[in-house]
């Protein structure tokens, strides 16, 4: 067994440490590994660390808790990814309150090119399951692989969608991996499996209490390029998606309904206070996006013509990095690839766009200014 796996997984099992302490940890410490080998002393200097943290880490059994996990993982066919594997979805890398370790379950590429997550009221009407139904079918032809939260209403009625016209789904869970909820959804989820899959960060038996649910939506909205809200009414948990969306630096799209109407308020106001765009097809989603289904090899960017060794560090960076993907690339992502903050980044991305040397493009995407 690997010890720096177990030793992560453990980590995530010491009482009162969260994401981001578990990776600070790894970051001082070097390793998983070497945080449980850590004198107490030297843990307490690490930021955020106090005396019973540090003590928790000393004393709790959780390394024979985590082998125990790892082992029914195995037994039930299911990935442990954690934030520094390669195949953990890059989109969540990029975001500090990310989770840090995902129990995954399925077939799917969560690093895929195109990511739409469609959400909305438990209680959808037949408007608002024809307009799931039209948004799927015009992302077809996108290959996008479609997330939501298997909850009743919007949520199920898009993964059955999706599986209708062999769209990658997944589902993202407010409980462990072996709790399937609803209950009624367990059929569709056992389908979403072999085309598409589960997540959930929580460990193997976490029953699906309310306080779960804000974190799964947090990684509903991290995982995806475009969150879709279909109904939804003025207070509830689409809205907050919508609310941690947008401080995600994401594009969200809302479809208005009829005024008066209960899970209309949520959509409209959206759009009125300017925190989502209007959906009415995927039509928009694609200008929005910036999603073309064309492919003319003219149009492939290119490296400017000049020696941009002369420009500040920053700058060559985030050049570099735009060349290597070799074509636009999400702010969120280019801050993970480049290592700049998102507050630097968009001053170093402005001064890059007065010297004509990049784009901005629709959706929060950037690319090199084609010469």
């Known amino acids: 067994m690997d010890s720096e796996r177990l030793s992560l997984l453990a980590l995530h099992l010491v009482p009162?440490?969260?994401d981001v302490l578990v990776?600070?940890?790894?970051?001082?410490?070097?390793?998983?590994?070497?945080?449980?080998?850590?004198?107490?002393?030297?843990l307490l200097k690490i930021p955020g660390i106090g005396n019973v943290t540090a003590g928790a880490i000393k004393t709790e059994n959780t390394l024979h808790e985590a082998e125990k996990e790892l082992k029914k993982a195995e037994k039930e066919d299911v990935d442990i990814l954690f934030y520094t594997d390669k195949r953990f979805p890059s989109r969540l890398k990029a975001i500090d309150d990310s989770p840090s370790l995902l129990y995954v379950k399925g077939n799917t590429n969560l690093n895929q090119p195109k990511i739409v997550a469609?959400?909305?009221t438990r209680q959808a009407t037949a408007y608002g399951r024809d307009m799931v139904d039209?948004?799927?079918e015009g992302l077809v032809p996108h290959q996008a692989l479609i997330v939501s939260g298997l909850a009743y209403g919007i949520d199920i009625h898009a993964h059955k969608q999706a599986l209708q016209r062999n769209l990658s789904t997944v589902g993202i869970l407010g409980s462990g991996i072996d709790v399937i909820y609803p209950a009624a959804h367990k059929d569709t989820a056992r389908r979403m499996l072999n085309c598409g899959g589960l997540i959930t960060e929580n460990r193997f038996g976490t029953q699906p209490d309310a306080h779960n649910f804000p974190s799964r939506n947090r990684i509903i909205a991290g995982l995806c390029d475009a969150l879709i809200i279909v109904e939804a009414a003025e207070r509830g948990g689409a809205l907050i998606t919508a609310e941690i969306a947008n401080t995600y630096n994401k594009d969200v799209f809302a479809v208005p309904g009829n005024i008066g109407q209960?899970?209309?308020?949520?959509?409209n106001k959206l759009i009125k206070i300017?925190?989502?765009?209007?959906?009415?097809s995927t039509n928009d989603l694609e200008y929005i996006m910036n999603w073309s289904l064309s492919k003319d090899p003219k149009k492939e960017n290119t490296l400017p013509l000049f020696d941009h060794?002369?420009?500040?560090?920053?700058e060559q960076k985030v050049i570099e990095r735009l060349k290597e993907k070799k074509g636009p690339v999400m702010i969120d992502e280019l801050s993970f690839l480049s290592g700049i903050p998102l507050g630097t980044l968009s001053s170093v991305l402005l001064n890059l766009e007065f010297s004509g040397l990049v784009v901005s493009l629709p959706g929060k995407l950037y690319r090199l200014v084609n010469r």
Request: aromatic share 6%.
């Open 118 to 120: 469609i959400v909305g």
């Open 134 to 136: 039209r948004i799927v």
């Open 309 to 314: 060794s002369v420009l500040p560090p920053d």
């Open 23 to 42: 990776k600070q940890l790894v970051s001082y410490c070097g390793s998983a590994e070497r945080v449980f080998k850590t004198p107490k002393g030297k």
């Open 274 to 280: 300017n925190k989502a765009h209007l959906l009415v």
């Open 262 to 267: 209960t899970y209309s308020e949520g959509c």
């Open 16 to 18: 009162g440490i969260g």
